[in-house]
Every structure is written in structure tokens, then in C-alpha cells.
């Protein structure tokens, strides 16, 4: 099947443009400067967006599906719904919260299988690097996978343990072979520990956001990145730091750069969002690891975005059921939410886009801009660009239409993922997602009347997984 879709606010990784785009049976085809349209195009079935921006299907680098396993707190059916109305056509499902953890290629096996008729966008998977398996990521790798994910820090699962140097060592050898990304969260345990055992000896109150702030310092932070850009410097594999939250890493990460290390930066739209001089006492909802900084934080982070020091923008959509919150206590009226009893994590698939152009657009950033962090960017370190990421002839007709005028006030209805819980909720937010589509074919559609947004998904989840072989050095 042929056909086209119109804008005059293509984005492309180039700038806007008024164009026309044709695909062909899911591809892009073409890319037409409406002012040069080849006249056999005008025949084809055409949908007019006008002024609504066509940007390129998001790709969520860092996703939280929770399946199999702890199905009960989401899941591929819920996660990949909210992300097909977020504008989200792939998410990178992330290793842990699962069971069984994806540390082996049969763990692999389950989770693709759970996966397999249930998602709604497209997919793919990390691998797990915990201690002791280390002989099961090049494996993983031969598998399918992206890349691997290791924390430094326990996770909150105990399943997934975090790993030290000493074994992160015996892994790295076997994990730049592959070539593929390792991505780390980057936090050391012993200034953390230090802090809370200060916070607790001097009676410190857990109900407040400040108290949490203080139990998750930013030398955690930056004693983790050090430590990972020395094995960097000595290994020679792609490092990447999931969830940058301090702006005091800035320097040493661009030293590594200039070093020429191979080293890529996310941040996400709750630190870009977000600050904790706004975070009300028990608002446990605005938990997450590493914690929510200041405003000038959330400032240097925009101007390293901006520069190219962070490389892309990821969800870390982690959603737990609303008791792991603490939620149902602190309504009750029975006790108030402790950030030292909640679950940490922030769910945001459907509304990360209009989140971060909010922000983009009072600091002047293009629409552009925002396509190349959350969709280019993305691609290309989970090793798929050549498949999405941007409007190009060749690629899948990922797509999403997104009016950037227009605002609505986050409501549960619109949020579409299992627990409808949302730091954002009765925020009003700019930009507007309108229809998505998955290779070509219309997966989602948003309308909104004087009686509120009514939201329409294809009946039948379509979604497939990018599952990429990669050759080993064995030499």
C-alpha cells in the first residue's frame, strides 16, 4: 500500500520543512518538498496534517516494563498503549523488575515471548550485567540484545544485584567484545550510607523532600562517573551514564570526552522538569534515584543539552503499584509518606513529549532539537538508527503528530499505563500528541472536544521486536 502524509512542519534532522512524505508498505519512500511535489505523487491517498508537526516516532532508551513476572505493577500491553500515546513507536525495555531477570538468554527467551503478542509499538531489550555472569553477555549479545545494564548501587530488586568494581572488571572484556553500550547507574554506595546514617543519628524528618535530597548526595554521583571513566580509559567500551542528575559531573564528562573516550550522557524530563525547591513534604510521587535537584541544576542540565554534553533524553518510565508509594497510607490519613519507604521512580511514557517541550520551548529549543534527544539520539545507541529515528527515505514510517500550540491539563484518563499515579497530575502542559503511527499504519489518535480528550488505539497490538545480532571479536 502506497500513500502520504502532509505537513507543512516536516521535522527532519535538518530543520522543518513543508513536505510530503510517501510510504510504501511501512517504509519512507520519499520526503517531498511541497514546493516541488512531483505531480504522480497527487494521485496518491493523502492526509493533510497542515500546520500539526510530523516529527519522527519517539524511541525510549530506558523503559521499565516490568514483565514477566511483576505483570501487577505494569506490563507490555499497559507500557507500550501509554507509550503509542505519548508518541513513543519504540521503547528499550530495560533488565530488571522482571522475573526472571534478563541476565541469561533463557531469561531473553521468556521476556520475548511475554512480549511477543501483546505490544503495541515496537521493542527491543538490554541484557543484565550482574556479578558472577559475566559468560553470559557475549551469549546475549549473539541474542539480540542492545547492550547491557549494571548498577552500582543495589537496584530495590534483589534479584538483580548491583556490581562491584573487582567483578565489573572480569565483565568489561567480554562486554567490549561485542561492542555493545554498557549503561550504568551511576551511584556509589558508601557517601550514600554516610548520609543516611547522618540523617538518621540526628533525627532528620524522612516526610520531607529535603531530608531525601540530602540521603542521595551528589559525590555519589560523581565518585560513580569517576570511577567509570578511568575502566573506560582502560577497557575501551561505550559507557554510557543512564539518568544524569548533577551538574557538578558536567566538567569531568566533558574532559573525558575531549579525551576522546567513548562516552554518551541521558538525562530525563523529570530533572529537566522538575526541582526540589518545588517538591512539596510527602510528595513521595516526585521520588526517584538519583533524586531531583535544584533549579539551577535543572538549568546546567538544559545547557548541556544544548551543547551536546548529554546526548539524549530518557523516560526511566518506572512504575510501581500506588501501596509501593505509599500512597494509600498517606490518603488514609494513617501515616504520612516517608521517601525512605516509597518506591523511587516516576512514570511518564504519554507525558514526557509535552513535558519536555514545555520546558524546550521557554528556552528557546526547536522542535528539532527535541526529535534529535528523544528519537536520534536514542536510536542510535540501542543500534537501530538505520531502521528509525529520524524522516529519511529508507526508514520505518514511524511517525507522530504533535501540535506544539496546543495544552492540556494531565488527567488519569490520558495517562493510559497501569497505576494512573503521575508527579504531573493538574499540571497544564504545551504540545498536544495527535496520532501516531507504526510503520505507516495509525496506532493511536487523540481528539480534543469541549467535553475532554477521547483517545483511540488500534485494536490489534503491532508491534515487533529489533533484535540485532552483532559479530563477536574473538581474537
Request: charged share 20%; proline share 7%; glycine share 8%.
Given at each position: 500500500?502506497?500513500h502520504?502524509?502532509?505537513?507543512?512542519?516536516?521535522?527532519?534532522?535538518?530543520?522543518?520543512?513543508?513536505a510530503t512524505i510517501?510510504?510504501?508498505?511501512g517504509?519512507?519512500?520519499?520526503?517531498h518538498p511541497?514546493a516541488h511535489?512531483?505531480?504522480?505523487t497527487?494521485h496518491?491517498p493523502t492526509e493533510?496534517l497542515g500546520?500539526?508537526?510530523?516529527?519522527p516516532g519517539l524511541?525510549?532508551?530506558h523503559?521499565?516494563i516490568?514483565e514477566?513476572?511483576?505483570t501487577?505493577w505494569?506490563?507490555?500491553a499497559?507500557?507500550?498503549?501509554a507509550?503509542?500515546a505519548g508518541?513513543?513507536t519504540t521503547?528499550v525495555?530495560?533488565p530488571?523488575?522482571c522475573?526472571?531477570?534478563t541476565?541469561?538468554?533463557?531469561?531473553l527467551?521468556?521476556?520475548?515471548?511475554a512480549?511477543?503478542?501483546q505490544a503495541?509499538?515496537d521493542?527491543?531489550l538490554?541484557?543484565?550485567?550482574?556479578d558472577?555472569n559475566q559468560l553470559?553477555?557475549?551469549p546475549?549479545?549473539r541474542?539480540?540484545?542492545?547492550?547491557?545494564k549494571?548498577f552500582?548501587?543495589?537496584?530495590?530488586?534483589?534479584g538483580?544485584t548491583?556490581?562491584?568494581r573487582?567483578n565489573?572488571?572480569?565483565?568489561?572484556?567480554h562486554?567490549?567484545?561485542t561492542g555493545l553500550?554498557?549503561?550504568?547507574h551511576a551511584e556509589?554506595?558508601?557517601s550514600?550510607a554516610a548520609?543516611i546514617a547522618?540523617?538518621?543519628?540526628?533525627?532528620?524528618d524522612?516526610t520531607k523532600?529535603s531530608?531525601?535530597?540530602?540521603?542521595?548526595?551528589?559525590?555519589?554521583e560523581?565518585?560513580a562517573?569517576?570511577?567509570?571513566?578511568?575502566?573506560?580509559?582502560?577497557?575501551?567500551?561505550h559507557l554510557?551514564?543512564?539518568h544524569?542528575s548533577?551538574?557538578q559531573?558536567?566538567?569531568?564528562l566533558?574532559?573525558?570526552?575531549?579525551?576522546g573516550?567513548?562516552?554518551?550522557?541521558?538525562?530525563?524530563p523529570h530533572?529537566?522538569?522538575c526541582?526540589?525547591?518545588?517538591?512539596?513534604?510527602?510528595?513521595?510521587l516526585f521520588?526517584?534515584a538519583?533524586?531531583?535537584?535544584?533549579?539551577?541544576?535543572r538549568?546546567a542540565l538544559?545547557?548541556?543539552?544544548?551543547?551536546?554534553l548529554?546526548?539524549?533524553i530518557a523516560t526511566?518510565?518506572?512504575?510501581?503499584?500506588p501501596?509501593?508509594?505509599?500512597?494509600?497510607?498517606?490518603?488514609?490519613?494513617?501515616?504520612?509518606?516517608?521517601?525512605?519507604e516509597?518506591?523511587?521512580?516516576i512514570?511518564?511514557?504519554?507525558?514526557?513529549l509535552?513535558?519536555?517541550w514545555?520546558e524546550?520551548?521557554?528556552?528557546?529549543?526547536?522542535l528539532s532539537q527535541l526529535?534529535?534527544w528523544?528519537s536520534?539520539?536514542p536510536a542510535?545507541l540501542a543500534?537501530?538508527d538505520t531502521?528509525?529515528?529520524s524522516?529519511?527515505p529508507?526508514?520505518?514510517?514511524n511517525?507522530?503528530?504533535?501540535?506544539?500550540?496546543a495544552?492540556?491539563?494531565?488527567t488519569?484518563d490520558?495517562?493510559?499505563?497501569?497505576?494512573?499515579?503521575s508527579?504531573?497530575?493538574?499540571?497544564?502542559l504545551?504540545?498536544?500528541v495527535?496520532?501516531?503511527?507504526l510503520?505507516?499504519?495509525?496506532i493511536?489518535t487523540?481528539t480534543?472536544?469541549?467535553?475532554?480528550?477521547?483517545?483511540?488505539?488500534?485494536?490489534?497490538?503491532?508491534g515487533?521486536?529489533?533484535?540485532?545480532?552483532?559479530p563477536l571479536n574473538?581474537?
Amino acid at each position: 500500500m502506497v500513500h502520504a502524509l502532509r505537513s507543512s512542519r516536516v521535522v527532519t534532522p535538518h530543520g522543518e520543512l513543508d513536505a510530503t512524505i510517501i510510504i510504501e508498505d511501512g517504509i519512507i519512500t520519499a520526503v517531498h518538498p511541497n514546493a516541488h511535489l512531483e505531480s504522480r505523487t497527487t494521485h496518491l491517498p493523502t492526509e493533510d496534517l497542515g500546520n500539526i508537526a510530523l516529527l519522527p516516532g519517539l524511541v525510549d532508551a530506558h523503559t521499565h516494563i516490568n514483565e514477566p513476572g511483576r505483570t501487577d505493577w505494569e506490563g507490555f500491553a499497559t507500557a507500550t498503549r501509554a507509550a503509542a500515546a505519548g508518541g513513543f513507536t519504540t521503547v528499550v525495555d530495560m533488565p530488571l523488575n522482571c522475573l526472571p531477570e534478563t541476565t541469561t538468554v533463557a531469561a531473553l527467551e521468556l521476556k520475548r515471548e511475554a512480549a511477543s503478542k501483546q505490544a503495541y509499538v515496537d521493542y527491543a531489550l538490554w541484557g543484565g550485567c550482574v556479578d558472577g555472569n559475566q559468560l553470559h553477555l557475549e551469549p546475549l549479545a549473539r541474542a539480540g540484545v542492545a547492550g547491557f545494564k549494571a548498577f552500582l548501587i543495589y537496584p530495590g530488586c534483589d534479584g538483580f544485584t548491583s556490581i562491584d568494581r573487582h567483578n565489573l572488571e572480569r565483565a568489561l572484556p567480554h562486554i567490549a567484545a561485542t561492542g555493545l553500550p554498557l549503561l550504568v547507574h551511576a551511584e556509589l554506595e558508601p557517601s550514600i550510607a554516610a548520609a543516611i546514617a547522618h540523617l538518621n543519628a540526628t533525627g532528620a524528618d524522612w516526610t520531607k523532600y529535603s531530608t531525601y535530597l540530602a540521603s542521595r548526595p551528589d559525590q555519589a554521583e560523581l565518585e560513580a562517573i569517576g570511577m567509570l571513566i578511568d575502566l573506560c580509559r582502560q577497557h575501551r567500551f561505550h559507557l554510557h551514564i543512564v539518568h544524569l542528575s548533577t551538574m557538578q559531573a558536567l566538567p569531568m564528562l566533558a574532559a573525558a570526552r575531549a579525551e576522546g573516550l567513548p562516552i554518551t550522557v541521558e538525562t530525563c524530563p523529570h530533572y529537566l522538569h522538575c526541582a526540589a525547591e518545588d517538591i512539596p513534604d510527602n510528595g513521595v510521587l516526585f521520588k526517584c534515584a538519583p533524586p531531583i535537584r535544584s533549579a539551577a541544576n535543572r538549568e546546567a542540565l538544559w545547557s548541556a543539552l544544548k551543547d551536546g554534553l548529554i546526548d539524549l533524553i530518557a523516560t526511566d518510565h518506572s512504575p510501581c503499584p500506588p501501596e509501593m508509594k505509599r500512597l494509600t497510607a498517606t490518603q488514609l490519613g494513617e501515616e504520612p509518606g516517608r521517601f525512605d519507604e516509597a518506591w523511587g521512580g516516576i512514570a511518564s511514557l504519554s507525558t514526557a513529549l509535552p513535558i519536555l517541550w514545555t520546558e524546550a520551548s521557554s528556552r528557546g529549543c526547536t522542535l528539532s532539537q527535541l526529535a534529535q534527544w528523544l528519537s536520534l539520539a536514542p536510536a542510535k545507541l540501542a543500534g537501530i538508527d538505520t531502521h528509525v529515528g529520524s524522516i529519511e527515505p529508507g526508514k520505518h514510517a514511524n511517525l507522530v503528530a504533535f501540535d506544539p500550540d496546543a495544552s492540556f491539563i494531565v488527567t488519569p484518563d490520558v495517562l493510559h499505563y497501569r497505576h494512573k499515579l503521575s508527579p504531573y497530575m493538574g499540571e497544564t502542559l504545551q504540545g498536544l500528541v495527535r496520532s501516531t503511527w507504526l510503520r505507516g499504519e495509525r496506532i493511536f489518535t487523540r481528539t480534543a472536544t469541549a467535553q475532554g480528550i477521547q483517545d483511540v488505539f488500534s485494536i490489534t497490538p503491532r508491534g515487533r521486536e529489533y533484535a540485532l545480532s552483532y559479530p563477536l571479536n574473538t581474537q
